[in-house]
C-alpha cells in the first residue's frame, strides 16, 4: 500500500517489462470502484536517461465513451489531485528515489483514463509537479478530445502553460476523422468545433512550446481531408500525428479496425504526402506492436484485471 500526501495507492496488477512498457492497475479509496491505469514507458527510446514517458489516468473510467477506448464503459468520477500524483510519484520512484530525474525529455502524458479537461484537479497537479521533481527535461503533455463546457479549464491551462512550461508543452486535441458526422459516431460527447480547437490551439502554442498536436487514429471509413485540415490549421502552429486504432474490447465490438499500412509510414499515402506538401510536419506514429499484448498503447487492463479478478 502506496501512502502519497495521505492519499492510499495499492497496485493490485501489473504487467510487461522495463526496457518497453510497464502497465500498472491501482485501487484507490479501498475500493474497487475507484481503480485507476498508469503506464511506464520507454516510448521506443534505448535510455531512460534520453526519453521517458510516464503516462497517468485522471478519472475513474470516462464519461466520453470513444467507440475505441475501453475506460469509457464505466465512470465513478474525478480522481484528487493526491491520486495522480501518487501515479506519477509511484513511477518516479521505481528509478529515481531522490527524485532527481536527468532524463532529457520526461514527458508527464495525461492520456491514460479519463478526460483531463474535465477534471480542475489536473491543473493543480500541474502547477505542483513544476517544483516536485528536480526535473530540467520534464514535458507536461494533454491529451483532450476538447470537450464542451471546459472553457474555464483551457484558459486557466493556457496561462499555468505561460508561467511554467513555455519552453516544452505538448497539448493533443483527438481528432479522429475531419467529418463531423464521423467524429461524432467516434467521440459521442460535446466538444469543440475544428474551428475552435483551431482558433484556441493557434494561441496556445506561442512562446517556445511546441507545436499544437492534431491526432488522428486512423481506422477505415474514417475521412481526413486535408483541404480541411489546410484551410482551418495554420502549419506553423500544428502538426498531424496519425496513429492506429489498438485492438481494444471496444474498438473490436464496433467493428473499427487499423488502417494504417506501410505507405503510410513510407510517406506514400496519398493523406500523408498531401499534408506534407501543405508543410503540415506529420508524425506516424504506429509503436512497438509488442505493447499491444502489454496493453500499454490501448486500452484498458483494468477492465481486463476487473474480470480475471472476480
Known sequence: MEMVDGNKMEIV??????????????????????LGEFVDSMSGSSSRNEKWVAILSSQF?????????????????????????????????????????PTR??????????????NPAVLEVLET??????????MPCISTV?????????????????????????????IHSTDEKVRDW??????????????????FMGGNGRKVTLNFA???????????????????RFMVKLTPVNPTENANRAGLTNSLGPDYEAGENPVVRGLRDADF??????????????????GQVAGLWRMTAR
Do not use: T
Request: charged share 25%; hydrophobic share 35%.
Open 13 to 34: 496488477h501489473e504487467n510487461g517489462r522495463d526496457d518497453l512498457a510497464k502497465v500498472f492497475v491501482a485501487k484507490f479509496r479501498g475500493s474497487d470502484r475507484y
Open 61 to 101: 473510467g470516462c464519461p466520453v465513451g470513444c467507440r475505441f477506448c475501453d475506460a469509457g464503459d464505466h465512470f465513478n468520477g474525478n480522481m484528487s489531485s493526491g491520486e495522480m500524483l501518487a501515479q506519477l510519484d509511484y513511477m518516479v520512484r521505481r528509478h529515481h528515489p531522490d527524485g532527481r530525474i
Open 105 to 118: 525529455k520526461f514527458k508527464v502524458q495525461f492520456a491514460r483514463m479519463g478526460e483531463p479537461a474535465l
Open 129 to 138: 509537479m513544476h517544483d516536485r521533481y528536480d526535473a530540467p527535461g520534464m
Open 146 to 174: 476538447a470537450p464542451s463546457g471546459a472553457g474555464m479549464f483551457f484558459d486557466e491551462l493556457l496561462e499555468l502553460k505561460k508561467k511554467h512550461f513555455d519552453h516544452g508543452f505538448q497539448l493533443q486535441f483527438s
Open 186 to 203: 467516434l467521440i459521442p460527447h460535446d466538444k469543440w468545433s475544428l474551428e475552435k480547437i483551431a482558433d484556441y490551439g493557434g494561441n
Open 218 to 236: 486512423l481506422s477505415r471509413n474514417s475521412p481526413v481531408d486535408v483541404a480541411m485540415i489546410s484551410e482551418l490549421f495554420d502549419p506553423s
Open 281 to 298: 510536419e506529420v508524425v506516424v506514429s504506429i509503436g512497438d506492436l509488442g505493447e499491444n499484448g502489454i496493453g500499454s498503447n490501448c
